[in-house]
C-alpha cells in the first residue's frame, strides 16, 4: 500500500483536555507525531511568559498542534467528506499543515523574533524543507509533498481551500487555541461553540465560509476572541516579563559583540547573535535551554544582565503605567535624563511597549494587506460579508485598539537612599501622568 | 501591626483553573509566594514525566502549591472558625505549611531521589530553616516559626489536628493533586466533590474528622484517588519514562566516579554524585538545567549516556510486558546472558520497575507503619473508623495492589541485523511470557 | 431573638447544578422557601415554551429563584460587608427580594400575560401583601417589611442601591438566569464570570457600580446576554409555541364570552376571562392545571380549540417566514383573503410576532423611560458610564435589533386536496418573499 | 427508495446538555420523535419526585430518551461499524428500540407502578404494538418491524446482542442516566468516562464485550452509579414524596371503590382503578394530569386524601428516622396502637419503605433470575467476567445493600395539645430508637 494510505491497525488515541480525544489513524501522521522536531514542541510554551501571570498556562506547543490537527481532521471527516467543493486528496496535504504549523517556534516566541529578527513560519518551513526528521516523513509520501504542506503554511500554496482552513480569521489554529489557551488559564471567555461552528463550515472553492444560520456562533468566535486578547494574551504582567526577556537578549548580544567575557558563553547563540543562525542551531534552542543560559548569568560580572536575569527567575517585574498623549517631549526628555542620573540605564530599564489587535477586519480594495474575510453562505447561495449581517461584528470591524505602556523597575526607584532626590523626581513625573 | 497579622490594602487574587481563583489577604503568604525558592516551582513539574503520556500534565508544581493553600484556606475561614476545637492562632501556621510543603521537590522527583537517595521532604524543612529568602520572610513572623512550619511538614509537631490537615489519608495536599491532575490531563476520574467535603470536616484534638452525612463524598474521593493512581499516575508509559531517566543519572553518575572526560561536564551535580549535596546546589537544580544536560549528553562519546539522553528527549522510550511470576530463574539469567552476548548492556537496557498502592488503610495495633485512619464523626458524637461504616472502603482497605513490569528497547531487539540470531531468541524468551 | 435575626442551628445548603451550593442560614428565608406559593414555582417553567425548542429548558422558577438569592447573598457576604456604602441592615430585605421578585409569574408566562393582560410584577407584590403564607412570614420581621419587599421589587422603594442589585441591567436575577438557562439548555453562550464581576462589584448610595478592572467581564456578560436573547429565548420554534398557546387562550375566551357549551367548564379561567382576577385564582393557575385543560379542550366541538389544543401538546407549531418590508399592503390583504377562501381562519393562523432586544442602553436626558446605566468605578473614584469606555459596548448600545415573523399551518397548506389552488396560490405568495 | 433507508436531506440536530448535539438522520427515527407517544414524554419527569430533594432534577424522560438513542448511534456508526460481529441490518432496530424504550412510563412511575401494579415495560410494548402514531411509524418499516423492537425492549428478542446494548448491566439507557441526573442536579458523581467506554466496547455474537484496557473505565462507571443511587435515586426525602404519593393513589382507590362522592371526580383513574386499565387511558394519564388531580382534591371533604394532597403539592413530607432490627414486635404494635389512639391513621400516616440495590452482579449457576455478567476482552481473545479481573468490582459484586426507613407526620405528632399525652409517648417510642 502507498505510504500516503497507510493506516495504523487500531486508532490511536491522545487523551487531550480539551478535545476529549485526539484520534490518529494514519501513519503519517503517527510517524510525524514521534519525530524529534514535533517532539521538541513540549519544550516551547504555547503562551510563553503567560504563566507568569496565569499559573494554569505552563502547556506547550505539543498539544496545540495536535489540536489543530483533531480541529482539521474532524471538519474533514465529520462535515467535509463527500460535498461538492472538497476533494479527498487534500486530506492529508490539511492535516499536515495542521499539525506541522507551529513547528518552527523559539523559544518565548515573541521576544526572541523580536529581537534576533527571526520569523517562526520562515523556520516552520526550513523545518519542513530541510534536513530533518519531519522531511524524511514527508518525503515518503511524496518528492513534493514536503513543498506542499510549506506553501499551505506559507500561505503561497495555490490551494486556497486548504490554506484558509490553517490560517484564515475563523481557523483551526485558532479556534484550538482559543478553547485550549481557556482551559488552562480557568478563564471563561474562550468558550464559544467549536461543536457548532465545525457543523457549520463548509467547503468552497476559495475558501472555508460559514453557513447564515450559525452567524451566531462566529459573533460568538470573534468576541471571545477580543476578550482573550485583552484579558490574558496582552496582559501588562506577562508583557512586563516580555519586556525584561527582550532586555536580557538585547544585553547578552551587546556584551557578546563588545567582545565581553562571559562566565558562561553563549554558545547557543553564536549563530544567532550573527544573525546567521543556522537550522541545526536554531531547533537545539528551546525553553530549557534558554532558562539555562538564564540561571547561569545571574552569575555574571555585568549588572545589567545578571539582575535582569534574576528578575526573569524569580518574576521580579517591571512596573508599569498607561502611556498616554499626556507626556510632552520634553518630559520624556528629562525622564531619560532623570534614569541616567540615577544610574538606571534607561536602555534597558525604561521601555514603552505597545500592543494592538484588529479583532475583525475584511479586505478592503486598494488597501495593502489583505485579510481574508469571513463569509457567510446564505440559503440563497449567496455568499456574505459577514460584518454585514451582523450589526456587532460591524460595529468592531476594522477597529484596532492599542494598549501603550511604560514600564519601569519600581523597586530600583522608590527604595533605596543612594540619589534619593533624583529618583523622587522621577517619582513625581511618573506620578503626575 | 505585627508582621504576622498584616493584611494586603485588597485581597489578590490567582486565577486557578481547579478553584476559580485564589484568595491571597495575608502579607506574609504574599510574601512568600514571591520568594525565589517559591517561584522555582515553576521550573518543576507536578507529575514529573507524565506529560510523555498525557501530554496536558504540563502543569508545575507552582499552582499546586496554591491550590493546597486554597484549599486550607477555606477549609479554616469557611468551615472551621469559630468551631470549639479551632485555634485561630494556628492559621498562618496551617498557611504557611500548605504552601510549602512541596518545596523540596527536584527536578523529576520519583527518579532523581531514587537514584541519589535524596528526600524531597528533607528538603523542604532544609529550605524552611536554611538560609533561604523563605526562610527570611517566616523568620519575620517570630524566631521560632520555621520551626513550627518545618515540623508540621515533616510530621513531627505536636499539633496533630494541623499535621492532619496537610498530610493524612484525606488532606489538601491529595484533594488538590487529583482535582489538579485530573483538569490537566483531561480526564474525568479526579473529579470528586470538593465542596461538600470541606462543608463536611470538622476539627478535632487530633486530627480532623468527617461528619457522618459526608461518608459517601469520602468514599467518592478514595475511588477517585484509586482510579488516578491506576489509570495516571502509575501509566507504563510514564514509568518508562523514568526508567530511562533514571538510567541516564545512574551513568552519568557512573561515568563521573570513573573519570570519564565529559564534553558537558555535570558540574550542577558534582555535591550530588559525592552524596553530599548542598542547599544551594539542590536548589539551583531544576527540570530546564537537567534537561540542558540531556540535550548535551545527547553528543557525548559515552554511547550509552548519548543514546538514553536521545530517548528521552525524542519520546523514544523503552517497550515493556508484564513480570509475573510465570519468569523461572534461569530464564532470567539467560536473558541477562542474551542482552550481553548481543551487546546490550542490560544494567541500562533491561529493567524491571513495580509499583503499588494502598488505596487506604487504618491503624492495626502491633503493627510498624501508622496510618492515621479516616473518622467519621457521628450522630451520637461517637468516631467510627470508615471501613466500618463503608463497604466499599471495607472491602479495599489494606489490600495492596502491584503491577510489576519489565522494560526493554522494542527497536534494538526487534531491528537490524547484527546478533540477529541472539536477538530473536531473545524476543522467543520475552513472548513466551 | 428577634425573628429577623434568627439563625438555623446548622447551614442548610440546596445543592445547585449553577452554584454548586445554595446556603440559607436565616430562619426568615428557610421559612420563606418553605411556603405553598414558592413551592408553586416548581410549576412554573422558567423559560415558557422554550423546552419545546432546547429540551433541556425544563427548569422551573423555583431553582432559579435560590439562584438569584444566592447571588445576592454572597454579593452581601462575601463583598459588601463592612464597605462605607453598604449598611447591613439592608442584607435581609435583600435577600427576601431577591428571593421573591418571581413569585407572581404565571403559567408560560409571557403568552399569558399579554393575552390577558396580567403583570407578573403586579401579582408578586400582590402575593407579598395579600393574604398568603409569604406575607405572614414576612409580617412577622415587622409590619412594614412585606411593603418594603414589595417597593424593591415593585422598583418604587426609596433604596436605590438594594433595588439595583435585583433589577437593573446588570442585576442578580439577569447573572442568574444567563447562566442557569445556558447550563439547562446545555449551549455555552451564557457562560460569564460570576465569581470575577462579584469580585468586582461595589455598593455606592444609589446603585451598584463596577470596579473598573472589571470592565472586559462586563462586556463579557453583555455579549452574553446578547448572546442567549438571540440564541435561545427568542428562537422562532419556541415563538411558534407562544403564538398557539396565545391563540388557545383567545379562542376559549372568546368561546366562553359567547356562551360556547365547554365539554370541559374552563372554571379555573372564569375570573381571568372576566378581567376581574382574583389573587386566589391567579395562585392556583399553573403549568399543570393549564396543560391540564389543554388535554381535556383536544375533545371540544370546537374545530379550533381542539385543533390548537392538540397542536401545542403534541408539538405540531405552526411555520415561520421572515415577515419583512417587501410585503405590500395588498399582497397582506390578499393573503388574508385567501386563508378565508381555504377555510382556515387568519385570526388564529395567520400570525405575525415581533421580537427585539436592547442589548445595553444608558440614560439619555429627556427621553422617556430610564434605564439605569452601568457605571464604571474609575481609579481615581469618578464614575464613567460603560459604553464611554468599553467600544464595544458602545457599537451596540441603544441599537434595538428587531425580527419580526409570520406563522402559518405549514400542514394545512401544503397538503390535502380540498381548495387546492387556493391553497397553491397561498404558496406562490408565501414563497415569493 | 425503502422508508427504512430514507434519509433526512441535512442532519437535524437537539442542543444536549450532555452529548452537545443529538444527530437525527434517518428519516423513522424523525418520524418517532415527532408522534404524539413520545413528545408525551415530555410530561413524565426522569427521575419523578427527586426534584423536591434536588431542584435541578425537572428533566423529563423525552431528553433522556435522545440520549440513549444518540450513545446507541455513536456506539453503532463510530465503533461498531465494519466489525465483524456486527450486523449493520440491526442498525435501525437498536436505534429504534433505544429512542422508544422508555415511551410506557407514566406519571411519578415508582409510586404509581406499584400501587396499581402497572409495569411500563409492559406498556412501552402495547404503545409500540397498540394503535398509536408510533405503531404507524414503525410498520412503515415493515409489518414485522414493531414486533422485532417489542421484544429487543422486552427482553424476549432473539438478538441477543442488540438486546444488551439497550439493557444490561452497562448498557446505553443507564449511560446516559447516570450523566444525565449528574447534569441536572449538578453532583459529579455520575461522570464516567462516556468516550473511553464507547471506545472499548465490541459487539460480540451474544453482547457488547468490553476491552480489556477499558476496565479501570468501567470500574468508575460502575462506582459512579452506586454513587448516584445512595445519593440520588434514593435520597429519603424524595422517597418521602413517593411514600405520600403512593398513600394519596391508594386513597383515592378506596374512596372511589367505597363509593365515596368526589367533587372532582377522577375520571382519568376509573379504568386504572379497576384494573382494566386501556391503552388510551394510560396514554392520557401524565404528570399534568396527576397533578391536576391533586390540586382539585385538596378540596374534598375527605381529610385524608386533602391533606395528603396538600403535603405533596407543598412539599410538607414525613419525617424519617432508620427502621432497624431494635424495633420489637410489641413496640411497633404499639407504635401502632398510639397512632390510632392519636387519630393519625397509621395506614396512612406511619409508613415503612426499604430500598435495596445490587451495584454489580454476575450469573451463579443455579441462580434464580439472571444477571448478564460485564464481559471484558483479554488480549488473547478470551472472555473474562469483570469482577475476577478488578478486585474492587470483585469487592461489592453480589453484596445487595438495603435502607429500610420509617416515615412518619412530624408535625402531627409534636404540634398540637389534643392527644398531647399519646403523642408524646409515640415520641418517646420513636426517639428510643
Known amino acids: 500500500m502507498l505510504y500516503r494510505n497507510q493506516k495504523l491497525s487500531e486508532t490511536k488515541v491522545f487523551k487531550d483536555p480539551v478535545h476529549r480525544y485526539v484520534h490518529v489513524r494514519d501513519q503519517v501522521i503517527w510517524d510525524l507525531i514521534g519525530t524529534e522536531e514535533f517532539q521538541r514542541l513540549r519544550r516551547i510554551k504555547q503562551l510563553g511568559t503567560t504563566y507568569f501571570t496565569f499559573h494554569g498556562a505552563e502547556h506547550s506547543r505539543f498539544g496545540h498542534s495536535l489540536g489543530v490537527y483533531e480541529i ?18 487534500d486530506r492529508l496535504l490539511c492535516l499536515c499543515a495542521a499539525l506541522l504549523h507551529d513547528v518552527g517556534h523559539g523559544p518565548f516566541s515573541h521576544a526572541y523574533e523580536k529581537v534576533f529578527k527571526l520569523n517562526h513560519e520562515e523556520f516552520t518551513q526550513k523545518i519542513i524543507l530541510g ?24 500561505k503561497t500554496s495555490k490551494n486556497k481551500l486548504v490554506t484558509s482552513m490553517i490560517s484564515s480569521q475563523i481557523d483551526a489554529d485558532r479556534m484550538d487555541y482559543l478553547l485550549r489557551d481557556a482551559h488552562f488559564t480557568g478563564v471563561s471567555y474562550g468558550n464559544f461553540d467549536l461543536e457548532r461552528l465545525l457543523r457549520v463550515m463548509r467547503p468552497q472553492q476559495h475558501q472555508v ?39 536580557i537578549l538585547h544585553r547578552a548580544k551587546k556584551l ?19 544573525e546567521e543562525v543556522t537550522l541545526e542551531d536554531y531547533i537545539k534552542l528551546d525553553e530549557a535551554v534558554m532558562t539555562y543560559y538564564f540561571h547561569m548569568w545571574q552569575e555574571e560580572d555585568d549588572a545589567i544582565l545578571s539582575d535582569l536575569c534574576r528578575r526573569f527567575l524569580n518574576r521580579k517585574f517591571f512596573q508599569y503605567v498607561d502611556f498616554t498623549d499626556k507626556w510632552e517631549v520634553e518630559e520624556w526628555s528629562e525622564l531619560l535624563h532623570l534614569f541616567k542620573e540615577a544610574n538606571i540605564d534607561p536602555a534597558y530599564y525604561l521601555v514603552v511597549d505597545s500592543t494592538s489587535d484588529l479583532p475583525y477586519d475584511f479586505y478592503r480594495e486598494g488597501e495593502g494587506e489583505e485579510r481574508l474575510p469571513i463569509l457567510l453562505l446564505m440559503p440563497s447561495g449567496e ?25 519601569y523597575p519600581h523597586d530600583l526607584i522608590y527604595n533605596g537612599e543612594d540619589n534619593r532626590d533624583v529618583k523622587d523626581r522621577i517619582i513625581r513625573l511618573l506620578e503626575s501622568k
Chains 1, 2, 3, 4 share one sequence.
Do not use: C
Not at 482539521?72 to 486528496?89: H, L, P, S
Not at 518525503?139 to 504542506?149: I, L, R, Y
Not at 490574558?232 to 526577556?245: G, K, N, T
Open 383 to 407: 455568499l456574505r460579508e459577514l460584518s454585514r449581517e451582523s450589526y456587532i461584528v460591524e460595529a468592531i470591524s476594522g477597529k484596532k485598539q492599542t494598549d501603550k505602556k511604560l514600564f
Open 209 to 247: 465560509v460559514i453557513k447564515h444560520s450559525g452567524m451566531h456562533a462566529v459573533e460568538h468566535y470573534i468576541m471571545s476572541r477580543y476578550q482573550m486578547y485583552w484579558q490574558i494574551y496582552f496582559h501588562p504582567v506577562s508583557r512586563s516579563a516580555e519586556v525584561i526577556l527582550a532586555k
Open 72 to 89: 482539521i481532521r474532524r471538519m474533514i471527516d465529520d462535515v467535509f467528506t463527500g460535498r461538492e467543493a472538497w476533494n479527498d486528496d
Open 131 to 154: 534536513d530533518t526528521e519531519i522531511h524524511a516523513v514527508l518525503t515518503k509520501v511524496s518528492t513534493t509533498f514536503p513543498q506542499e504542506v510549506a506553501e499551505v503554511i506559507g
Open 256 to 274: 557578546h559583540h563588545e567582545y565581553y567575557n562571559f562566565k558562561h558563553e553563549p554558545i547557543h547563540f553564536y549563530s544567532i547573535f550573527a
